[in-house]
């Protein structure tokens, strides 16, 4: 897999963002998604990324943080083989790097960034307040 996330950019608290991640050397549908974030200053350590939503391949079911949840939504577009993290009600402490990551489970997902085997570079997300 080789993993490109869009759609990061600049954006007012209270705004939304739409971050798209998709592959460009597999199938996207046979892997559960991740998202995950890297805020300014943090350990830049891939196993200190905060784990902020997935969905999984079997089901399309999904988790996240309780930071995000109710304002962020991921979901999956079969046909495009595209994953998307709708984020709304932005704050600024959303502002991060944020990546997506693949993992083979079968079903569900977890929020645990040792667990993905595929990355993709980032997108810049930054909320102004």
């Known amino acids: 897999l080789q993993l490109v996330e869009s759609g990061g950019g600049l954006v007012q608290s209270g705004g939304s963002l739409r971050l798209s991640c998709g592959d460009s050397?597999?199938?996207?549908?046979?892997?559960?998604i991740g998202w995950f974030r890297q805020a300014p200053g943090t350990e830049r350590e891939r196993v200190k990324r905060e784990g902020v939503a997935c969905i999984s391949s079997s089901d399309n079911s999904t988790w996240y943080a309780d930071s995000v949840k109710g304002r962020f939504a991921v979901t999956r577009d079969h046909v495009k083989k595209i994953v998307y993290l709708q984020m709304d009600h932005l704050k600024p402490e959303d502002t991060a790097n944020y990546y997506c990551a693949a993992e083979g489970r079968v079903s569900g997902c977890v929020l645990d960034p040792e667990t993905y085997d595929y990355w993709g570079q980032g997108t810049q997300v930054t909320v102004t307040s």
């Open positions: 050397g597999g199938d996207l549908n046979n892997y559960a």
